[in-house]
C-alpha cells in the first residue's frame, strides 16, 4: 500500500499526554506495572475532552513523569544485570506498543539505539529477540522518517547477521526477520536498491524450505518452521510495495514452490504459505486482469484438502484455524472474493478488503499487538498508511453526535482504498527503473 516518504513530524503532531509517578527503589516488576497502569488510567483523557469534569489535568507535569520513567528503563538497559535489562526491555516493549510517544522518543533514539545495539550483540536469545522487537517499535514510533531510516541502516548488519547465525536462537532469528521486513517497510522502502536487498535476504531464508529437485520437501529442523513462516510474512509485506516488473518476476519464481509448500507438516508454515498465494495471486490480478495461477486445478484440489482437514492426528484447535483461513483463500482464488473484516478503533473504522491490506494490518498487529488500535487512532504513519488523515480530537459533545452511517464509513473507505490502489500502480511504474 503507497504512501509518500514520511519525513520529520513536528511536536504539533495529535499524541498522548501521559505519566506516572516515580518511586526511589521500585523493582522493574512494579516499574512495568506503574507504566501501563498510569497509560490504562489516563488513556480516555488524551482522545476525549469531557467537558463539566472539574478536574483540570496537569498535563505539563504528567509529561515529565512519564519521561523520567521511560528513562529510567533506558539507563537500566546499560545495567550489568542480564535480568534488569529483560525487564527494562520489556516495559519498553510494553509502553511503544500501547501509546505514541514521538516527541519523547526523538530526543532519546540514539541512546535507545545503542542500547538495543548492545543487546543485540552481547545479550542471550531472548534478551536479543525483545530487542529486535524494540527496535521494530522504535521504527514505528518514529514515524518512518529519516530518524527511523537512520536507525535501521545502522542495526540492519547485526540484525542480518543474527538472522542468518545457524547458531542462535530461533526466536531471536524470527524476531530479526519481523524487524527486517518492517523497519524496511517504514523507513526505506521507498528505495529501490534497499528493498530489493531486503527481499532477497528474507527469501534466502524460507526458500531452504522449497522442494528440492525431486520434488520433495525437506525435513525441517525443530523451531524452523516458524522462522520459515516469519521469514515469508516479512517478505510478502515488502512485496506488496514492489514495482509490476519485479512482481512479476517473484510470481514466476515463488507461486510454484509455494504451492508445494502447502504440504508442510507445520499448520502455522502452511496457513502463512496459504495467505502469500492468496496475496501473490492478489497482486497478480492486480497488474494484470488476465493473471491466471499456473496448475490452478491442482492448487485449488489442495486448498480444498487443508480446508476441509479432518485428520484427526491434527490438534482441534490448528484444524479449526487451517480450514477457516483456507475457505478464505480458496474462495479467493476460484471466485476473487474477499471476506470483509472491519477494524473499529474510537469513532473511526478501518475495512481490511483485500489480502494485501491484511498482510499490511496483520504485520503492524503482530508488533503492536492489543496496541494497534491505539496507534490507528494516533500514529501518523499508520493513519497514512491506511488513508485515515490527521488523527481526530474529539470532544464528548461531537462524538456523542456522530451519527455516520455504516454504509457512508465504508463507502468512503472504500474510495480512500481505489484511489490509493491507482496511486500505487503509478508509483510502481516509476519504480520499475530502479528496480
Not at 469534569?53 to 512519564?66: H, L, P, V
Not at 473499529?344 to 478501518?350: L, N, Q, T, Y
Request: charged share 30%; proline share 3%.
Amino acid at each position: 500500500m503507497p504512501r509518500s516518504k514520511k519525513g520529520k513530524r513536528g511536536s504539533g503532531k495529535p499524541g498522548v499526554k501521559n505519566g506516572m509517578k516515580v518511586e526511589s527503589g521500585a523493582s522493574d516488576d512494579e516499574m512495568t506495572s506503574d507504566v501501563l497502569s498510569h497509560y490504562s488510567s489516563t488513556s480516555e483523557t488524551a482522545s476525549v475532552l469531557e467537558e463539566g469534569s472539574g478536574e483540570q489535568i496537569d498535563e505539563q507535569t504528567a509529561q515529565e513523569e512519564t519521561e523520567d520513567k521511560l528513562k529510567q528503563c533506558i539507563d537500566n538497559l546499560m545495567d550489568k544485570s542480564a535480568k534488569t535489562r529483560l525487564a527494562a526491555l520489556e516495559s519498553l516493549r510494553q509502553a511503544f506498543s500501547s501509546r505514541v510517544l514521538y516527541d519523547f522518543l526523538t530526543g532519546q533514539r540514539l541512546t535507545v539505539r545503542d542500547c538495543l545495539e548492545r543487546s543485540l550483540k552481547k545479550g542471550s536469545g531472548e534478551e536479543q529477540a525483545v530487542a529486535a522487537t524494540v527496535f521494530t517499535l522504535l521504527c514505528i514510533q518514529l514515524g518512518g522518517g529519516d530518524e527511523a531510516e537512520e536507525g535501521f541502516k545502522s542495526l540492519r548488519p547485526i540484525l542480518t547477521s543474527i538472522l542468518n547465525d545457524g547458531s542462535a536462537s530461533i526466536a531471536a532469528r524470527q524476531s530479526c526477520a519481523r524487524a527486517l521486513g518492517m523497519c524496511c517497510y517504514v523507513s526505506t522502502a521507498e528505495e529501490g536498491e534497499d528493498l530489493v536487498k531486503s527481499l532477497a535476504l528474507l527469501e534466502s531464508v524460507f526458500i531452504t524450505s522449497y522442494p528440492n529437485r525431486e520434488g520433495t520437501l525437506p525435513t525441517p529442523k525443530p523451531g524452523m518452521p516458524g522462522l520459515h513462516a516469519a521469514a515469508l510474512q516479512a517478505w510478502s509485506l515488502l512485496v506488496t510495495l514492489c514495482p509490476a516488473s519485479k512482481l512479476t518476476e517473484l510470481l514466476e519464481m515463488h507461486l510454484p514452490k509455494l504451492q508445494a509448500c502447502l504440504q508442510s507438516s507445520d499448520v502455522n508454515y502452511r496457513i502463512a504459505v496459504g495467505e502469500t498465494i492468496a496475496l501473490l495471486v492478489e497482486l497478480g490480478r492486480d497488474i494484470d486482469e488476465e493473471f491466471e495461477v499456473e496448475d490452478s486445478e491442482s492448487l485449488c484440489e489442495c486448498l480444498k484438502s487443508l480446508a476441509t482437514d479432518g485428520n484427526k492426528h491434527r490438534a482441534k484447535n490448528d484444524r479449526r484455524k487451517q480450514r477457516s483461513i483456507f475457505r478464505e483463500v480458496l474462495h479467493y482464488i476460484e471466485s476473487e472474493d474477499f471476506t470483509e473484516e472491519k477494524i473499529r478503533f474510537g469513532v473511526e473504522s478501518v475495512y481490511i478488503d483485500g489480502w494485501m491490506r491484511k498482510r499490511i494490518y496483520d504485520a503492524f498487529k503482530e508488533i503492536l499487538e492489543s496496541g494497534v488500535r491505539h496507534h490507528l487512532q494516533f500514529n501518523q504513519l499508520l493513519r497514512d498508511i491506511f488513508g485515515l488523515g490527521p488523527p481526530l480530537i474529539l470532544d464528548a459533545a461531537t462524538i456523542k453526535g456522530n451519527k455516520i452511517s455504516r454504509v457512508e464509513k465504508h463507502l468512503y473507505n472504500s474510495a480512500a482504498f481505489k484511489a490509493r490502489t491507482k496511486l500505487r500502480n503509478k508509483v510502481r511504474d516509476k519504480r520499475a527503473d530502479v528496480m
